[in-house]
């Protein structure tokens, strides 16, 4: 029986953490981390310059965390990514990478997510959504 005796914001670190440590863990099968994960998936839309990679990914970026030149640099030392003039774009192998990672990536999704309903799981995103909302417009008001 999962105690419910908890507050809801253990239960979203509590998560947080196991998605970050489940994440990692696959990821590093394949012999890279979240930032490089990320950079892939923008390349997969097409190619990207270098300005436009970092503004795809600020999001994502933390402060003191490896660079985004540090994981291109070693996208396209891997053979994964290559140079055009200023744009970057995956390779037939990062391509193929993408894949791989992508069939790892969707197994975890599909364990977190086990013995959801898509309403379910909907409505889980959408209540945390809401509470988010609701602290970003009390945030505001300051």
């Keep these: 029986m999962i105690p419910t005796d ?26 890279i981390r979240r930032r490089h994960w990320q950079v892939l998936n923008v390349l997969r839309e097409g190619p990207r310059d270098r300005a436009q990679i970092a503004e795809a990914m600020l999001a994502f970026w933390l402060p003191a965390s490896v660079t985004q030149t540090d994981v291109v640099d070693d996208l396209v030392r891997r053979g994964w990514a290559e140079i055009d003039g200023d744009l970057y774009a995956l390779t037939s192998d990062g391509e193929e990478a993408h894949s791989r990672v992508s069939l790892d990536v969707a197994t975890l999704r599909a364990q977190v997510t086990q013995g959801f309903s898509a309403d379910e799981y909907a409505a889980v995103v959408n209540a945390l959504a809401r509470m988010a909302e609701n602290l970003e417009g009390s945030e505001q008001g300051r």
Excluded: F, I, M, Q
Excluded at 20 to 29: G, K, M, N, Y
């Design 6 to 31: 908890r507050p809801l914001g253990y239960w979203v670190k509590h998560l947080d953490n196991l998605l970050e440590t489940s994440l990692d863990r696959v990821l590093a099968r394949s012999g």
